[in-house]
């Protein structure tokens, strides 16, 4: 059964839920400001590798606190990462050299949904409002009234409340529980969605789809293919840090970190990121990390440290140019289709995605 080990990890969110559809919560317990961004890394532009999805103890479905799940993220390298609790905006405790800033994963578990799910799945619908404005730090205290129990409805809602936070929305794992396929993906994105998560890397995440379901990169190109102007993601939706060794050893599943991320093009402050995300200056990995893409006007350019496999995609999902090597580059002019983008794989099985490039 797809995500079915999640499922259970997420009895904390269905709490976290209910309280979130009371208006009368106060956050539980005082929430310390953001630390403002080392001023040396804030004057120009760099390449920034981020985590736009994880969890600490707010969420109900992780133990640890959320000093020490960003000290994990900075000793592993992130220059930056977005906290997003179950229902709760996190603000980053002081102190730390990486920048963290405050996000939410708008968690709808909800007992019905049209269409309803298959047998043994249920309607799970996450969304995260990313960056949102630090003084809304605490509970998630009220969801507007859905109108109907359409998927696109509820996820719409969301897609409220993450305007009212002032975030980013990226729509959250959409094949598990197959929470949303292409044609819902191209209807949000005329509400007002700007990401999904392609690669959430947490094992149960059904990215490849099966034999019934598209993959999320098939998803994404049938969104693209249909209007859509959508910025793909890669994520680890992390629950587990230094406790990961201890449920290993219990036999138990553990959701552990940098497996998925992204890496944008942007200075090492908020506004800056945030701005980058909107415009698609980033792009999504799973483990490769490339030298610099460039989307500028009609051309798509890719540089690589070392040798590797650039595949450059369009409408439907074609291969259109496959070249191997440290640098690869591709005109719209050189296809008929609505947009291009590229997939970039090393020699270890890793991969990196661009966003695309339209016609305008």
Known sequence: MPGASRTRALAGALAAWALACSRGE?????????PEAAPQDMTEKSWLK???HMHTANSGDSETPPAEALRWYEEHGFDFVVVTDHNFVTAAP?????LALPGVELTQNVEACEPPPEPGLQCLLHVNALIVAEE????????PEARSSAREELFTRALRVNEDLGGVAMLNHPNFHYAADAALLTALANSGLRLFELANEAIDSNNAGDAT????EALWDAALGAGARLFAAATDDAHHYYDAPLLARRFETAYTGDRGFVVVHARREAAAIRAALLAGEFYASNGLMLSAVRREGEALEVEAAQPV?????GAGGEVL????????RMTLAETKGPYLRARVRDGAGKTAWTQPIWHE
């Open 26 to 34: 106060a956050p539980a317990g005082p929430v310390a400001a953001a």
């Open 50 to 52: 981020g985590q736009l």
């Open 94 to 98: 002081p102190g730390g050299r990486m």
């Open 136 to 143: 809304r730090a605490g509970r998630v205290k009220y969801f």
């Open 213 to 216: 379901h598209p993959s999320t």
């Open 309 to 313: 496999t650039v595949e450059f995609v």
């Open 321 to 328: 140019r496959t070249v191997q090597g440290t640098r690869a």
